[in-house]
């Protein structure tokens, strides 16, 4: 008997069209973790800008907090931003076009399953090795001490906000309490550690294949 099982899953991404003079769909639900993308298939020039400052984001050709302009364009540009916080409701405009109506909002859930990770001076990350599955969720806490979550590799930082995510945030280390949801995508190894260098504490994420292959003959 051959078996094969496969878990469908994939990274959450959220399209959004942007058009003369409308996003489609205006508002829309999504999970702490997820990416919304935006795509400008009008004639105008358009942008994506929040109105919240908790959650500042500017983006058209790519977005200002990471390196890209966030003025508004004209048709073809593509910007996404991820959400790591859960909880929360985030307008957001076209700034020439605001009077015209042309507004959205983000409202970002608490996904239902996840695991934790969490981060002290007395402990370090509790627990410090995890694996978990393809695009499984990890909510990082800070209990106390100052700490963020830096990868080795340099692919993801955070803390009160994550770099390089669309949001300006803070990824530095910090006495200030944070807690992010991060959506594991890609397959491997990834080690981490906090750049605090008076507590230089140390983790590691796993993150393995949702898939199951098996074969071999059984009798029945």
């Not at 800008?49 to 048709?75: I, V």
């Not at 106390?144 to 770099?163: I, T, Y």
């Not at 983790?203 to 898939?211: E, L, P």
Request: charged share 20%.
């Amino acid at each position: 008997m051959l078996v094969f099982w496969f878990n469908m899953g994939s990274a959450e991404v959220h399209d959004v069209v942007v058009q003369d003079n409308n996003f489609t769909p205006a508002n829309i639900s999504i999970q702490a973790g997820d990416t919304v993308r935006w795509e400008n298939f009008g004639n105008n020039n358009h942008n994506v800008a929040s109105t919240d400052l908790s959650f500042l984001f500017r983006c058209a050709d790519g977005c200002d907090d990471t390196g890209g302009d966030g003025n508004p364009a004209g048709l073809g540009w593509v910007s996404e931003v991820t959400f790591h916080l859960p909880d929360s409701s985030i307008p957001y405009v076209c700034e020439p076009h605001v009077g015209f109506g042309m507004t959205g909002s983000v409202s970002v859930q608490t996904p239902s399953e996840f695991q934790i990770v969490t981060v002290s001076d007395s402990d370090g990350f509790e627990p410090q090795e995890l694996t978990i599955v393809q695009h499984d969720r990890v909510l990082f806490i800070k209990t106390n001490g100052a700490h963020n979550v830096h990868a080795d590799d340099d692919s993801f930082r955070c803390a009160n906000g994550c770099r390089d995510d669309g949001i300006e945030g803070e990824d530095e280390f910090t006495g200030f309490p944070w807690q992010f949801f991060k959506q594991f995508n890609e397959l491997g190894s990834f080690p981490y550690h906090s750049d605090n260098p008076d507590f230089p504490v140390t983790g590691v994420i796993h993150v393995v294949t949702d898939t199951i292959f098996a074969n071999g003959f059984e009798s029945f």
